[in-house]
């Protein structure tokens, strides 16, 4: 009987494929990504994402630098392994957000949520109703 397994997926398969799972890990919109990229539109994003764009090594960098992981984590299998925990947290007037952070730095005044030392998330700590742990680690999908 011949191999069933799916084909590997190519390096910008797998960056694609990244993008839109980091953004959905991070419950970002396509245009939060991209201003996050500093972007003022979201068509690289949604590009990317659906595979009609060639990734630069300038794309990559971008990417990895708005979801605070390296280059090389983004063409990995799990981009965001190494510790990282699902959150959801609830600020006063807001909906529950979930994020990915490997570190929680609850302050007098602020509240900051940090992956691989790059903040993700900041709120007054006087707003935050609560923080729940989601995962002890972020999901693979």
């Known amino acids: 009987m011949p191999d069933q397994s799916p084909e590997p997926l190519t390096a910008v398969e ?9 953004r959905a890990r991070r419950g970002w919109t396509q245009n939060q990504l991209a201003a996050e990229m500093g972007q003022k539109f979201s068509q690289v994003v949604a590009t990317t994402e659906g595979g009609k764009r060639r990734i630069t090594v300038d794309d990559l960098v971008d990417f990895a630098k708005a979801f605070g992981v390296t280059p090389e984590q983004m063409m990995s299998d799990d981009p965001d392994a190494g510790g990282a925990q699902l959150y959801e947290v609830t600020v006063d007037g807001g909906h529950p957000q979930s994020l990915v952070a490997d570190t929680v730095d609850p302050g007098e005044t602020w509240t900051s949520f940090y992956l691989r030392e790059t903040r993700v ?8 109703l609560g923080i729940r ?9």
Request: charged share 25%; net charge neutral.
């Open 14 to 22: 797998r960056v694609a494929a990244n993008v839109k799972l980091l």
């Open 121 to 128: 998330f900041l709120a007054p700590t006087a707003r935050i």
């Open 133 to 141: 742990l989601i995962t002890e680690e972020a999901p693979d999908a």
